[in-house]
């Protein structure tokens, strides 16, 4: 009997890329009977344009209409990028799969600078990401950052338009789309931590579902352990994207190294931690560190970071 699959996923063009080369996995894995068919949802983080995420309900916008798809049956698995994801997943999904990781950096992207320490004082930087603005923020507080929403393309519109002087953006994303022809310089994850789960695509679905036993036959556990690390980090200190928060895992051996950074929106507190553990104990350190941080933070440190704009 010939089974198909739906694949729920945004419409951007990177988002198209990242559901296309799961539906590629899966068929060229032939473990789908059937055909298998993407489904572009459209969700509220692309149809708000006009305000950070932080003002309208979190990054959880990108989401949460292809999670209710999941739920309503119209589709049977979530393509997303790991860091948009929420904290928390909706009851009766879970992370299915982690596709192996692309680059985690930071891309510094200028018509005029070839790195964000060449940009004059009182240049416009443009970011619509928290954890963005805190750090460069910290690495240059002469700077101006302003709001930039949208696709990459969009924002690259933005840019030439002379919207801000600069931008950041994931290269794993641009080194997905071919676009890595544009990057002025990648900055260091010494300089920058990353998002936590930036570079990985997931796939979200029901809990014990076929579609989930199927989406795991592509899981990367390496990806999957750092992910899971990351996001145990971010957890704990009920991180959302009103929140300056940064993590990277990486795996050497049977060992997990896990970098964490919490800071605050103007760039002026930072604090780091790091660890090292056997892979299979990721999640326990992260949420450790992440626990260990929260009891250091000034109090009302979130509720600050919550207010600012």
Request: aromatic share 2%; glycine share 10%; hydrophobic share 45%.
């Amino acid at each position: 009997m010939q089974t198909d699959l739906k694949i729920g996923t945004r419409g951007s063009p990177l988002a198209l890329y990242q559901a296309e080369e799961v539906r590629d996995r899966l068929m060229a894995s032939g473990v789908v009977p059937g055909k298998v068919e993407i489904v572009v949802i459209k969700t509220s983080g692309d149809a708000i344009q006009d305000r950070a995420l932080r003002d309208a309900g979190g990054k959880e916008l990108f989401t949460k209409e292809i999670e209710q798809a999941i739920l309503d049956g119209i589709v049977d698995i979530g393509v997303h990028s790991a860091k948009d994801m929420a904290t928390e997943l909706p009851p009766g999904l879970v992370m299915a799969a982690y596709l192996p990781r692309e680059d985690v950096r930071d891309a510094f992207l200028s018509p005029n600078a070839v790195r964000l320490a060449d940009l004059p004082s009182g240049a416009r930087i443009g970011t619509a990401s928290l954890r963005r603005q805190a750090q460069i923020l910290a690495l240059r507080p002469d700077l101006e950052v302003v709001l930039f929403r949208g696709n990459v393309q969009t924002r690259m519109r933005k840019l030439e338009a002379g919207e801000a002087d600069a931008t950041l953006l994931a290269l794993a994303g641009l080194k997905r789309l071919g676009l890595e022809n544009i990057v002025s310089s990648i900055i260091p994850v010494e300089e920058m931590l990353p998002a936590v789960g930036q570079g990985a695509i997931c796939i979200e679905a029901l809990e014990n579902s076929p579609a989930a036993q199927i989406a795991g036959t592509l899981n990367d556990a390496d990806t999957a352990d750092c992910v899971i690390a990351e996001r145990a980090f971010l957890a704990a200190l009920d991180g959302s994207c009103r929140t300056p928060i940064a993590a990277l895992a990486t795996i050497i051996g049977g060992e997990l190294r896990i970098d964490c950074e919490v800071l605050s929106p103007d760039g002026k507190i930072s604090h780091r931690r790091s660890g090292v553990c056997d892979r299979r104990d990721g999640a326990e350190l992260g949420s450790g560190l992440g626990k260990e941080l929260r009891d250091i933070l000034p109090e009302g440190f979130f509720e600050e970071a919550s207010a600012q704009k």
